[in-house]
């Protein structure tokens, strides 16, 4: 078997990592009660790993990911990891959750949804915000 990798595509054994910065109301342990119902939704592959972390200092490692995250207003972190998946791949998963998540019961109508979802591109963070 012969596998092409472009760079879109992880080589072998990569795993593909980004993170959500975002804003809610709702408490950690209700988001956490909302997630499998969330990734149902989502249709979120059983092999993506979610970790939602209140507030930055639980971030560790990479010293830029922990300025951007130090500069980084928002309450909760949502970090993704995707076996076999790209960087990009992870951040699309993510934006999915958020946009899902806003449409929960985590969110009362109105209410606004503000976030930012970061991941590494040759060696760069690319960094996307959104509202709603």
Known sequence: MVQIITEERNPLGAVGEAY????????QEEIEGEIPTIRRLTLMPSSLELHLMEGTDSLKGDPELRQIAGNSDRKYVMKAIY????????ADKLAGMLNQAYQSPLYQKGEPLGGKIIYKERGEYKKEESSL
């Open 20 to 27: 959500a910065f975002f804003d809610c109301r709702a408490s």
């Open 83 to 90: 076996p076999a998946g790209t960087n990009r791949e992870a």
